[in-house]
């Protein structure tokens, strides 16, 4: 059996993630052994009678910053050999499904989560391996988009999913985003499922369902590589033809 990835997040809100990690596919993940985790506080690192974590920042200015002592001696015991030290934060990469699967084959991830006005810069420099944003906008803390990146991981483990084709065929793994998806009933306040979906032909659904995804590429998000396929529905399935 593949050895578990071991997560652990450093935070002075443990209850804030500890709940989030105990429920659905994170919980059974965690039960069947594909993942281990740890929800380090970071007010155990402290050592005056507040527990104290941030302070005024030099310089002035408005708010608090967090003090690297903390973030230091906390990943310092738990630390081990190639571990990836991920801090969250608005200058870091913007986080996508590659920079996931790229997470997903590691054996130890430790996230920083900041809060307040944000962290000494001496964490970044001398903590850091990763610089994490899930997107353009300001949150509470860390907590949230670690929360984010995690799960977003965590379900790319052999075996946590169950049917091993699943994270294969979703939103973004070719540069698409997902075709869209029914169930029953056929038929629901005049809505229908479209036929083909119901016709038992394998390969006209998956022609449909490759159209469709390139079709709502190209509409909502063409940003995204896949948009381009939008001129050939059919994709890489014409590479190597001899016209």
Same mark, same amino acid.
């Given at each position: 059996?593949?050895?578990?990835? /071991?997560?652990?997040?450093?935070?002075?809100?443990?209850?804030m993630?500890?709940?989030?990690?105990?429920?659905?596919?994170?919980?059974?993940?965690?039960?069947?052994?594909?993942?281990?985790?740890?929800?380090?506080n970071?007010?155990?690192?402290?050592?005056?009678r507040?527990?104290?974590?941030?302070?005024?920042?030099?310089g002035?200015?408005? *708010?608090?910053?967090?003090?690297?002592?903390?973030?230091?001696?906390?990943?310092?015991?738990?630390?081990?050999?190639?571990?990836?030290?991920?801090?969250?934060?608005?200058?870091?990469?913007?986080?996508?499904?590659?920079?996931?699967?790229?997470?997903?084959?590691?054996?130890?991830?430790?996230?920083?989560?900041?809060?307040?006005?944000?962290?000494?810069?001496?964490?970044?420099i001398?903590?850091?391996?990763?610089?994490?944003?899930?997107?353009?906008?300001?949150?509470?803390?860390?907590?949230?988009?670690?929360?984010v990146?995690?799960?977003?991981?965590?379900?790319?483990?052999?075996?946590?999913?169950?049917?091993?084709? *699943?994270?294969?065929?979703?939103?973004?793994?070719?540069?698409?985003?997902?075709?869209?998806?029914?169930?029953?009933?056929?038929?629901?306040?005049?809505?229908?499922?479209?036929?083909?979906?119901l016709?038992?032909?394998?390969?006209?659904?998956?022609?449909?369902?490759?159209? /469709?995804?390139v079709?709502?590429?190209?509409?909502?998000?063409?940003?995204?590589?896949?948009?381009?396929?939008?001129?050939?529905?059919a994709?890489?399935?014409?590479?190597?033809?001899?016209?």
């Open positions: 059996m593949e050895a578990p990835l /071991q997560v652990d997040i450093l935070t002075i809100f443990p209850r993630i500890e709940g989030f990690l105990s429920e659905s596919m994170l919980k059974r993940a965690a039960r069947a052994g594909a993942v281990s985790f740890r929800v380090i970071l007010r155990d690192f402290t050592y005056d507040h527990r104290t974590t941030d302070d005024r920042p030099y002035g200015g408005p *708010g608090m910053v967090m003090m690297p002592g903390p973030f230091f001696e906390a990943v310092e015991s738990v630390r081990t050999p190639g571990a990836r030290v991920i801090l969250m934060t608005p200058r870091g990469r913007r986080f996508d499904q590659a920079m996931a699967r790229e997470l997903a084959a590691e054996r130890h991830l430790i996230f920083l989560c900041g809060h307040y006005e944000g962290v000494d810069e001496r964490v970044r001398g903590l850091a391996t990763d610089e994490l944003s899930i997107g353009d906008y300001v949150l509470t803390n860390g907590v949230l988009p670690a929360a990146v995690i799960d977003s991981i965590v379900r790319l483990r052999p075996g946590v999913l169950g049917n091993a084709e *699943g994270p294969e065929d979703e939103s973004f793994n070719e540069g698409l985003l997902e075709y869209p998806q029914y169930t029953r009933p056929a038929e629901y306040r005049g809505m229908r499922v479209p036929e083909v979906l016709s038992g032909d394998h390969e006209a659904i998956r022609r449909w369902r490759r159209e /469709q995804a079709e709502q590429t190209a509409r909502r998000r063409p940003d995204l590589p896949g948009a381009r396929t939008a001129s050939d529905p994709g890489d399935e014409t590479k190597g033809r001899t016209p």
